[in-house]
């Protein structure tokens, strides 16, 4: 076999590889387009209610799990395990939040949101990823700053990216149909 | 050492090479296979039935709900055999053989 030959057939299965990578897309952009609808909802339409907010969390772990067990059916993975693991406690510690209520005061959003960055980065380490781990690490950077320095547009910022990450998520998700 | 021939077909080792990056104990399902290589049915059946015969694969038959499925997952022996093609290849490109 001559060298050529062989640097083709490696590029094969170098594309094999990176086929297999973004084997999750799909369900990641229905899950960016699912999160970015309730911030968008959340943020936009009921920024101080909590009640809302509980009922809006919910429903968005329900259809990403729901989404996760449809997505199962088609490809299991080792990485798909820990992902469903790893959100069920990301679930787990914002249900504590919610429950902290008032006593966490002006900073619940704050918390909240960087939980959402970290379990984001996490996703991005099991699924070696470094675009999640950049986009968690970007989404608690901007939260922490926003938060600190213009305090007033917090809410109206959040339901602009919730907008944005729907449309881009929506966007993937047709795109990824052909 | 010598070249697996059965994954030296490329279409094989693309499909070997997607399996293996999906990590150990990983199944996944024939449409989605078939959609994600851009092959057909047959085609893809072909070369699956034949890495299956060679050990490298595991192919199983089941339901969800009533839809028959079909899922198809790396073995160890195939796992080992990817990875000895791909040094082997790696090692030519590098000038180390012929």
């Known amino acids: 076999m001559s060298r050529e030959e062989a640097k083709d057939l490696l590029h094969a299965a ?4 990176t086929l297999a990578s973004r084997a999750l897309d799909p369900f990641l952009s229905r899950l960016l387009a699912v999160w970015g609808a309730v911030y968008a909802l ?46 069920s406690a990301f679930g ?12 966490l005061a002006a900073g619940r959003p704050l918390a909240i949101n960087l939980l959402v ?4 980065m996490a996703s991005g380490v099991v699924l070696e990823r ?10 608690a950077l901007a939260n922490a700053l926003v938060f600190a320095l213009f305090p007033a547009l917090y809410a109206p910022l959040l339901a602009g990216a919730g907008l944005l990450a729907l449309l881009f998520g929506l966007y993937r998700g047709i795109r990824g149909l052909r | 050492m010598a070249f697996d021939e059965l994954i030296h077909q490329p279409t094989r080792l693309k499909l070997m090479a997607y399996l293996a990056r999906l990590g150990p104990d990983a199944r996944v399902e024939f449409k989605k296979l078939q959609r994600d290589l851009d092959l057909t049915e047959g085609n893809l059946s072909r070369h ?4 299956e015969e060679a050990g490298y694969l595991r192919v199983e038959k089941g339901f969800v709900g009533r839809r028959p499925r ?3 997952g790396l073995t160890g022996k195939g796992r080992d055999a990817f ?10 490109v590098k000038g180390e053989g012929t």
């Open chain 1, 14 to 17: 170098r594309e094999g590889e």
């Open chain 1, 42 to 87: 959340g943020y936009g339409l009921f920024p101080e209610s909590g009640e809302a907010w509980a009922g809006l969390a919910v429903a968005g772990f329900a259809l990403s799990f729901y989404l996760g067990g449809r997505e199962a059916r088609h490809l299991r993975t080792g990485a798909g395990r820990k992902l469903a693991l790893l959100w």
């Open chain 1, 92 to 103: 787990l510690d914002l249900v504590a939040l919610l429950l902290a209520g008032e006593r």
């Open chain 1, 117 to 120: 960055a970290l379990a984001w």
């Open chain 1, 130 to 139: 470094s675009g999640l781990l950049l986009a968690g690490a970007l989404f």
């Open chain 2, 48 to 51: 699956l039935t034949k890495l």
């Open chain 2, 70 to 72: 079909t899922w198809v």
């Open chain 2, 83 to 92: 990875l000895a093609h791909v040094k082997e290849l790696e090692r030519l």
